[in-house]
């Protein structure tokens, strides 16, 4: 009998929240921007210089209300890689723009700067990067594109709160907006829910109406109206209170978060670094400087079978991992847009030979080394090294 099952995700549990979500339940606020979102909010643009913040009911609404802020219309082309959630390509065909699915980089499986301007069209109105595995994209190389063909950068930031980049920069702090996931698999997480950072002074007013079903209520609360009415596109883009504290309370164990998921990285990058030297299999090679927030690991296996047999192996001894993302381009709903498999052919390729492995923050308390010991038995029973 196995003497752990290592699932791939499970959710930290701060023992304050318990505290936190009894006083938002008692309270008598607990729809959204009430006390506890306002003190996620104020949390978070102290710590990574945001200007502001709204939570949302989801990374997804964060999408699509970013989407809306910046404008985009139908005929607008989008410019994002295939490599990605379903979330990020809905967010873009919800306004009727078009995504133009870009290739990746293998270090990072992030969208490659150097595909984007080949890209561009007069229909272009947006390049949409994402961050994959917590790792930045290359902002430092996709601002400057989107500045001279005066396009704005969104960047789908689902998983990489508390990341920073390279040049020193948090993650969601470089662009005029950038959407985080909130999800109970994602390191600070509160079963559901998201945020969109706004860092254009000028889009922050929009932005409130937006969040408030298209309404200019936020006036009326600043006491500068008497009465709101509908004045824009919007939703209702609005976290409870509720599951604002108990987002709140893994907010402040973040250094806590970071650090345990840092020692499961830190075992993976050991135990695959000389099937790496051996040419059996890649990681993650994060441009020097980066400062990750230990959200995820991949590996990307040599061939597709040896995925399947590393995955088939680790099952055997209850140690859940999953493949990534099947490419946007090529999926259902790709096809139908008029794209084919064959038109990304590198996404294409490492996608059908990426694995993710099981990280979350117990694990670096408990069953780590137990999942090691038999993953590295996996591993060289496969490669035979």
């Excluded at 989407?67 to 967010?91: H, M, Q, R, W």
């Excluded at 020193?168 to 559901?192: D, L, M, Q, V």
């Excluded at 294409?348 to 492995?357: F, I, P, Q």
Aim: hydrophobic share 40%; proline share 6%.
């Amino acid at each position: 009998m196995n003497k752990y099952r290592i699932p791939f995700n499970k959710p930290f549990h701060v023992p304050q929240a318990e505290e936190y979500v009894l006083d938002a339940l008692r309270s008598d606020g607990q729809c959204g921007n009430h006390k506890w979102c306002k003190k996620c909010a104020d949390l978070l643009k102290d710590k990574f210089g945001f200007k502001e913040v709204f939570l949302v009911p989801s990374g997804t609404d964060a999408l699509e209300m970013g989407c809306i802020l910046a404008g985009l219309k139908p005929g607008d082309e989008v410019i994002l890689p295939s490599y990605t959630f379903s979330s990020t390509g809905n967010a873009v065909v919800m306004q009727g723009a078009k995504p133009v699915f870009c290739e990746i980089n293998p270090d990072t499986m992030n969208i490659d700067p150097d595909q984007i301007e080949s890209l561009i069209t007069p229909r272009t109105r947006m390049i949409l990067p994402i961050d994959y595995a917590g790792i930045p994209c290359d902002l430092e190389r996709i601002n400057p594109i989107a500045e001279k063909y005066g396009l704005t950068v969104f960047v789908d930031a689902a998983q990489s709160l508390n990341s920073k980049d390279a040049q020193g920069y948090w993650s969601g702090a470089r662009t005029p907006i950038a959407a985080f996931s909130c999800h109970e698999t994602k390191n600070f997480g509160c079963g559901e829910g998201g945020l969109l950072s706004v860092n254009n002074p000028d889009w922050i007013l929009q932005a409130n109406f937006i969040q408030e079903k298209g309404t200019d209520r936020r006036l009326v609360l600043d006491g500068v109206k008497s009465k709101y009415g509908w004045v824009t596109k919007g939703s209702s883009f609005l976290l409870s209170d509720i599951l604002a504290a108990m987002l709140y309370a893994q907010f402040e164990a973040m250094d806590e978060i970071t650090a345990l998921r840092g020692k499961v990285v830190d075992a993976y990058s050991t135990l695959f670094e000389p099937f790496v030297q051996k040419g059996c299999v890649k990681v993650p090679r994060p441009p020097a400087g980066t400062i990750l927030n230990n959200h995820a690991f991949f590996v990307i296996f040599d061939s597709p079978k040896n995925r399947q047999a590393f995955l088939a192996g680790l099952k055997e001894w209850d140690i859940s991992a999953y493949i990534g993302y099947v490419p946007l381009h090529s999926s259902t709903m790709g096809l139908s847009l008029g794209y084919k498999a064959e038109d990304l052919p590198l996404t294409e390729n490492l996608a059908a030979r990426v694995v993710r492995l099981p990280l979350y923050a117990d694990l670096g308390r408990e069953g780590l080394s137990y999942m090691i010991d038999r993953m590295g038995y996996v591993m060289s029973k496969l490669y035979s090294c």
